[in-house]
């Protein structure tokens, strides 16, 4: 099944500085991304998503790249502020095993 | 839009009791998702539904864990004997269309076994 691996587990930065999360899946098959945001004792929320047939996606200070070659994809957050404090969790979705792995989750914290 | 809503939102009982945790997709939502998340293994599919229909199980982890689909505005997940090591943090969520469009979460049930 699909494995997918997300670096690092804890992240602390700046305020105004950029925070970068990386995550590496195993499974070619794979043909969705998406990043959730888990602030402390709430649910998962979707932040942004990409699909395959797509390099790079952005919405306003949070960014996706897709690098399906190296099988990999990174979270760009820029002009990081102290709400962008949570943990995100990168996901996949493998055609094969027809589910959404996720990653182990990131604990970003963002220090004014 | 209401979201998806789980109840209870917090459920303590002891061991060996009957756990019954529920759930209400978005409205139209054909996909609904039973997830469980702890520290040591984050966040794990347990089984998802299609149109009301059990498509994958292969994520629950014994046959003490059962869930129903009788509608599509309602799902539950079952837990009968439950054990201390049941404990964690259930989610459902729903997507439209497909597996692999966006999954909207609950705010999950927080159950704590005895």
């Known amino acids: 099944g699909e494995n997918v691996e997300q670096h690092p587990s804890t992240l602390s930065v700046q305020e105004g500085d950029s925070a970068v999360i990386k995550c590496t899946y195993s499974?070619?098959?794979?043909?969705?991304f998406p990043w959730y945001k888990q602030e402390l004792g709430k649910r998962p929320q979707l932040i942004i998503d990409?699909?395959?047939?797509?390099g790079e996606k952005k919405d306003q200070r949070i960014a996706v790249t897709l690098n399906k070659t190296a099988k990999h994809f990174s979270l760009h957050i820029t002009e990081t502020q102290p709400e962008d404090s949570a943990v995100y969790f990168c996901?996949?979705?493998?055609?094969?095993?027809?589910?959404?792995?996720f990653g182990s989750g990131t604990q970003l914290t963002v220090l004014p | 839009d209401a979201g998806v809503i789980q109840s209870p939102r917090h459920e303590v009982t002891e061991m060996g009791q009957e756990v019954t945790l529920r759930c209400k997709p978005i409205?139209?939502?054909?996909?609904l998702f039973w997830y469980r998340q702890t520290m040591m293994r984050g966040l794990e599919l347990l089984i998802y539904?299609?149109?009301?229909?059990?498509?994958?199980d292969s994520g629950m982890p014994e046959d003490r864990f059962s869930a129903k689909m009788p509608n599509a505005s309602f799902s539950t997940l079952k837990i009968q004997p439950s054990e201390p090591r049941d404990s964690a943090v259930y989610f459902c969520?729903?997507?439209?269309?497909?597996?692999?469009?966006?999954?909207?979460f609950g705010d999950g049930t927080r159950l704590s076994i005895l």
């Open positions: 969520a729903s997507s439209n269309r497909d597996v692999n469009q966006p999954q909207h």
């Open positions: 499974d070619s098959a794979s043909n969705y």
């Open positions: 990409i699909r395959s047939n797509v």
């Open positions: 996901a996949a979705f493998s055609g094969s095993a027809r589910q959404l792995t």
């Open positions: 409205s139209g939502h054909d996909y």
């Open positions: 539904f299609n149109n009301n229909v059990p498509i994958d």
